[in-house]
């Protein structure tokens, strides 16, 4: 008796989706780690996304042609349930679900002055390639790490819709010296443009009445562990935060050192009006730098410095991007 294993129950299936696969293929043009030297002209894109880490989502939210419910719907943006757990995606994105779901990504932009510092910022990684491999031989003959304090992370993905509905998408794993800080310079430029660092950090743009919940969650010296919700005055704490993050580095709102924290306490706000399959939410460590948050959370009683847990986390490590717009996906049947 002879078994075979039958992927397609037909042939006719099996050629609709070669040919659904090498239609997307082709239109995607990949360079995920290399330095492929085409940048596309301004006239040639119509949407784009920037991010430090390959996102898929960001593809199906420029070229929405690729959409299948099966693979892509629970990317759908939904507030509606048709059913206690049930949740069907929709067969055909309009563009009401194309809006929704380019809102829900962090760095997908269709304004002039974002991809035009965006394409910058790529054209300055492909003019300097020999510069990145240049500091990466210099990280890799520092064998005992006495020099790890002048080197920085700095991964980026950008992803473009061309106008012929062609994406073109390049990831770049870079490294910068202390000496060469033209990209920090370049990338504090492109956060800095009007909603883009609202963006990577939604709290920024986030009121009172746009919180569920805020919970401040600690340890304290007596060993307990203290999960304390902020209900009154949250516009306060908010003014108090916000302030705090305006006044840093606008690079920590893509990149982020391990800084020094002399207690572990940690921040999560999540948002209200989010939907059923993507959650938007905040999430941040106390860092020494905020003084304003520190200050507030100490004068309204939420805890007593004295009293809390010293952290044991004072290392500064490489830059990690941060990621504070959460996105996850329930399981749905």
């Known amino acids: 008796m002879r078994k075979t294993f039958k992927v397609f129950k037909a042939y006719k299936g099996y050629i609709l989706f070669a040919l659904t696969l090498s239609l997307f293929l082709c239109s995607v043009n990949y360079d995920l780690y290399g330095y492929e030297r085409r940048v596309p002209q301004y006239s040639e894109v119509e949407i784009m996304g920037m991010s430090t880490y390959i996102n898929s989502d960001m593809r199906i939210a420029l070229r929405p042609e690729d959409y299948d419910p099966e693979m892509h719907g629970y990317q759908i943006p939904t507030r509606e349930y048709h059913g206690e757990f049930d949740y069907e995606p929709p067969k055909v994105l309009s563009d009401e679900h194309i809006t929704k779901l380019r809102d829900s990504i962090p760095g997908i932009s269709e304004n002039y002055e974002v991809i035009t510092k965006a394409r910058q910022i790529h054209s300055y990684i492909v003019e300097n390639e020999n510069l990145f491999k240049e500091n990466e031989k210099l990280r890799q003959k520092d064998t005992l790490g006495r020099q790890a304090d002048l080197f920085n992370n700095r991964n980026l993905y950008f992803i473009y819709r061309l106008e012929d509905g062609s994406l073109l ?16 310079k370049l990338l504090r430029e492109y956060i800095s443009l009007p909603g883009v660092r609202e963006s990577y950090m939604p709290i920024l743009a986030k009121n009172a ?13 007596d060993g307990l562990y203290q999960d304390y919700e902020i209900t009154d005055n949250i516009q306060d704490f908010l003014d108090a935060h916000k302030k705090d993050i305006l006044a840093e580095d606008p690079l920590k709102s893509m990149f982020r050192d391990r800084e020094i924290t002399d207690y572990n306490v940690h921040i999560r706000v999540e948002f209200k009006d989010t939907f059923i399959n993507i959650k938007t939410s905040y999430s941040n460590s106390l860092y020494n730098s905020w003084e304003n948050t520190l200050n507030y959370l100490v004068e309204k009683g939420v805890f007593e410095l004295e009293n809390l847990m010293p952290s044991e986390y004072h290392l500064k490590d490489n830059p990690i991007p941060i990621i504070n717009q959460s996105r996850y996906y329930p399981n749905l049947p």
């Not at 998408?169 to 920090?184: C, K």
């Not at 919180?211 to 010296?221: A, L, N, V």
């Open 169 to 184: 998408e390049r990831q770049y794993n870079l490294l910068t010296y202390q000496d060469n800080t033209e990209l920090d």
């Open 209 to 221: 009445e746009d919180i569920r919940s805020i919970y401040i969650s600690f340890d304290t010296k």
